[in-house]
């Protein structure tokens, strides 16, 4: 089901009507139908992956519990006559219990994606090595389907299982409940990846109607539609225009076409989280946020800690954490400690940590060498800037610069935005050798544009909608800005009624005319984050 | 406490810890940060911390710290 279609719409107002129809205690049965409904236009196939997934982190998470439980009641029983040692012991040996199943549950499903998402980026690497060792060819590619939001539900599982086994969280005991948990639609395709904690207070607790969350959530869907469709659609056209024919443009234009990338990726994916986080506001469900201003960052690793908010959460929660806190890395923090200082001591294992970190992430968002590289590209500028920090705190001293003067700021947040797009740009022209010849072209082309026209050249949809996606960029922009200071939807609905209704219903209609529009000339509706 | 405090100093001598309730989700320490101070704790006080402790109510302030810390001590 495409999100920007009029099916999508009437299958979104039908949901609300009936959540808000039934007694209370049923919504989230609602939820778990729409889920259905939902996946029945994704196509069955992927609904079995969803199916294993939920069903085997169910039933491995309530088997870890159970042994748990059994032991509490042998401690319970035998409470004067066990030792101290004996209990060690026992607990010792539950914990190895409770460990093969969460490994076993945790392997099989991140064997699924690992099967689905790589077997045809790993035969591919088997074969240019027998290749290069002048072997035999080993030709064959499987071409399987990837399930539809594999990479989100399955991390989300995945978190759930391992919250389980560290005993941050009970099991769910519900079947139907811990599917909704795992298959909730909104959520499916491009996350957010909630935690457990969270989503299942907001998924389980009953919700009155509101006024003020239906039409809060109303506007912000409105909103992200508009980004969507007026701004990432149109862009789109763009941006691939420059990245399948760089070499034509000059290298100011090819540098312009990178940025209107940036712009068209955030007011894709934050449009599609605006749609969504606004669909379930208007339920009085809060899903996590996802972005928090990413591109007023000051440096990489804010960036990161704003852009995508929940997968960087889950990525330090289960991969980053686990690795620093390991027995083998305090031991590593203090032999290096105690050898070269404090920083080297401290900086070290948070590096090898860093480094498996954005290994994984590039390999998350795809199978390809040029997304592996992206990946290590921004955790080597993260590591490099924990290295120098010491470093760099001297240098801003000398040359008397103030982290809160604006200026450096200002200069702060361009450099981040430009690094950040440089990065960004690299696995999406095609290859890894085009992601680059691409940067080489932004440096070594010098002609200058004669005119906005050649400047402008990759902008062919005509002046309209260069000037409709311009007015939306610069709308996001404002809004931003807005944010920084206020609650921009408060701000809104402190206007008057009559006002409101009228800048909704030309917000509306704007959106359905033009981002229809532009559906139909230039084919937009899919989103880039789905394709991870 | 004040052998807690006197690492959390360390780490970052500009936060007033005696009255910052919300060191975490205030995203006043970084991960970085965090890391060192996991460190720093299981050091000095001689406990591990396993990842069934990283919950953000157990980081947000000095006391929630404090008793995480006796805690891990009653159970090993």
Redesign the interface.
């Known amino acids: 089901m495409t999100i920007t279609s009029l099916t999508f719409i009437v299958f979104a107002f039908a949901t609300i009507l009936a959540y808000y129809v039934v007694p209370k205690k049923y919504q989230w049965c609602v939820l778990l139908l729409a889920n259905i409904v939902f996946y029945a236009y994704a196509g069955w196939k992927a609904a079995c992956f969803v199916l294993f997934t939920a069903t085997s982190i169910f039933f491995g998470a309530l088997g870890m519990e159970r042994v748990l439980a059994k032991q509490k009641a042998l401690f319970a029983a035998q409470k004067e006559t066990l030792t101290k040692e004996e209990k060690k012991a026992v607990k010792h040996k539950n914990q190895r219990r409770r460990r093969r199943i969460m490994l076993f549950v945790l392997l099989a499903n991140v064997g699924i994606l690992c099967v689905t998402k790589y077997t045809d980026f790993a035969l591919a690497q088997v074969n240019s090595l027998l290749a290069a060792l002048g072997g035999g060819e080993v030709r064959y590619e499987l071409n399987l389907i990837v399930p539809l939001g594999i990479s989100f539900y399955t991390f989300q599982s995945v978190g759930y299982l ?1 919250d389980v086994y ?3 969280i009970s099991p769910q005991s519900n079947y139907l409940k811990f599917l909704l948990f795992v298959s909730f639609f909104p959520q499916m395709t491009q996350g957010p990846i909630s935690e457990y904690g969270q989503l299942s207070r907001e998924l389980f607790a009953e919700h009155p109607f509101s006024y003020k969350n239906y039409s809060y959530g109303m506007q912000r869907m409105l909103w992200g539609f508009a980004k969507k469709m007026l701004v990432a659609d149109v862009l789109s056209v763009y941006v691939a225009n420059v990245f399948a024919n760089y070499e034509r443009y000059t290298g100011i234009t090819t540098l312009l076409g990178a940025f209107c990338y940036a712009v068209q990726i955030y007011a894709d994916f934050s449009g599609y989280m605006d749609i969504m986080c606004g669909l379930c506001e208007t339920l009085g469900i809060r899903l996590k946020e996802n972005f928090d201003r990413p591109y007023f960052s000051r440096s990489i ?1 804010e960036y990161w ?1 704003r852009w995508h908010v929940s997968l960087g959460d889950w990525f ?2 289960y991969l ?3 690795i ?2 390991s ?1 083998w890395s ?1 031991r590593l ?2 032999k290096t400690k105690r050898r070269f200082g404090a920083h080297i001591g ?2 070290l ?2 590096t090898l ?1 860093l480094l498996v970190v954005w290994t994984a992430t590039g390999l998350w968002h795809g199978a390809s060498w040029a997304y592996i590289v992206w990946g290590l590209l921004n955790g080597v500028f993260i590591i490099v800037s ?1 290295w120098m920090e010491p470093v760099y705190v001297k240098w801003k001293s000398k040359l008397g610069l103030h982290d809160e003067s604006r200026a450096f700021r200002a200069f702060q947040i361009l450099r981040t935005f430009t690094l950040v797009t440089f990065i960004k740009v690299l696995p999406e022209v095609g290859d890894l050798r085009r992601g680059l010849g691409l940067w080489k072209h932004i440096f070594t082309d010098h002609r200058l544009p004669t005119g906005v026209g050649q400047l402008l050249e990759f902008a062919d949809t005509g002046k309209l909608w260069l000037i409709l996606a311009a007015g939306g960029s610069l709308m996001m922009l404002l809004v931003s800005v807005l944010k920084s200071k206020y609650q921009v939807r408060d701000l809104f609905n402190q206007l008057p009624f009559a006002v409101r209704i009228i800048l909704l219903s030309c917000g509306a209609v704007l959106v359905a005319a033009f981002g229809g529009m532009a559906m139909y000339l230039f084919g937009g509706g899919g989103f880039l984050y789905a394709g991870f | 406490m004040d052998e807690l405090l006197e690492i959390l100093n360390d780490l970052n001598p500009d936060i007033d810890y005696q009255n910052e309730k919300n060191l975490i989700d205030g995203k006043c320490l970084d991960s970085l940060t965090i890391l060192t101070l996991i460190t720093e704790i299981c050091d000095t006080f001689d406990i591990s911390i396993g990842p069934k402790w990283m919950k953000n109510e157990n980081f947000n302030s000095v006391e929630a710290m404090w008793k995480m810390i006796q805690t891990i001590q009653e159970e090993e």
Do not use: F, I, S, V
């Open positions: 391992l560290w005993e941050k690793a800690r330090k929660n980053y954490y686990p620093g806190m027995d305090r923090a203090k401290n900086t294992p948070a940590a924990m």
